[in-house]
């Protein structure tokens, strides 16, 4: 995210395609899911993305709280997506679902990115953090993938391959890299990303060389997700926060209105104002988040006007600014 600028439509728009999952992974919060499993219609699904289309440029991620290849026309919708020109399309699998005309679908359609989450080198160590999941089927696939993508000379869709750190397999981050590094393509890559904690509604599974950002736990920090990114579940219910599984922060349906109209409506708004005010504290989800999406200074001076007035009554902001006074006996100049 470049900047803080909410725009005419959101830089990232989540598309929960289903709500389903093909495992039970211990640090995903799908115990506490207060909504019908389903998947999503393909008339709603078309009609995101007609809107985005209209867009230059939107980082089109498809999926939500559930596995998106276990929706059963996954191709046919991605394929939909692809033609339609909207871009970036970036997907997350967990691979379990991985097979010959999924592999087929993400080579010949114009998907960007396919991060595929393991987590682990060992078949034991996977069974407890994601169960249900079998590793050596889903490093056949994946490998599967990253070959015939070699065999047809193809740069994209760049290949993903995550490893979420967490006390479980933290010894086995090196072991990680070493085994998946010769299978990359030379646009391919493998991370690591941080364990969450979804509000405290799973089990701290974070380790003790983990450090958050700064000011991810302090009220008066806003967050970028209000301002960038947009959420629609598998039933239209749009939401401002990746985390919000459950709509808590509920701001309109793309049933009922455009994803544009839904950007730019009061309830939204009423979201950037407290987060800009210092008053995260104010919306219950909000002040049980610890894992906000923290700005940089650059980010919040390129708010517009209007924001910047709101975030001028921050009291943090009035703190910073009295701290950059000079005293009543220092010179100014």
């Known amino acids: 995210m470049r900047d803080m600028v909410p725009g005419a439509f959101p830089e990232s728009l989540g598309v929960e395609m289903t709500n389903r999952c093909n495992l039970d992974c211990v640090f995903c919060p799908r115990d506490d899911i207060e909504r019908p499993l389903q998947n999503m219609k393909d008339d709603l699904f078309e009609k ?16 939500g709280l559930g596995e998106s290849m276990a929706h059963t026309r996954w191709s046919a919708l991605v394929q939909y997506a692809s033609d339609k020109g909207v871009w970036p399309i970036t997907l997350i699998s967990n ?58 000379k193809l740069s994209k869709p760049r290949v993903v391959l995550r490893i979420i750190r ?40 974070t380790v003790g060389s983990f450090q958050a950002f700064e000011g991810q736990d302090d009220p008066r920090v806003p967050c970028m997700m209000p301002f960038k990114q947009l959420n629609v579940l598998v ?66 001076e390129s708010l517009p006007p209007d924001y910047q007035a709101i975030l001028a009554t921050n009291p943090l902001s009035q703190q910073r600014e009295q ?11």
């Open 48 to 63: 995101i993305v007609d809107e985005a289309s209209k867009h230059e440029f939107v980082s089109f991620q498809p999926q």
């Open 235 to 300: 039933d239209g219910d749009a939401t401002p926060c990746c985390y919000d599984n459950n709509a808590k922060l509920l701001i309109g349906n793309v049933r009922d209105k455009s994803i544009g109209e839904i950007w730019h409506d009061e309830p939204i708004e009423e979201i950037r104002r407290l987060h800009l005010e210092g008053r995260v504290d104010a919306i219950p989800f909000c002040a049980a988040c610890k894992e906000k999406v923290v700005p940089t200074p650059a980010q919040l």
């Open 166 to 205: 967490m006390k479980e397999n933290e010894h086995e981050i090196d072991e990680f890299y070493q085994r998946w590094t010769p299978f990359l393509g030379e646009n391919d890559e493998i991370t690591t990303s941080e364990v969450h904690t979804w509000q405290g509604r799973v089990e701290d599974r």
């Open 95 to 152: 691979g379990g679902l991985l097979n010959d005309e999924k592999i087929d679908t993400l080579l010949s359609s114009k998907v960007e990115v396919i991060t595929f989450s393991i987590d682990s080198t060992d078949p034991e160590v996977f069974a407890k953090v994601r169960r249900r999941g079998k590793l050596p089927e889903i490093e056949t696939r994946v490998r599967q993938l990253l070959e015939e993508k070699k065999n047809r």
């Open 323 to 333: 701290a950059g006074k000079p005293h009543a006996d220092e010179p100014t100049a």
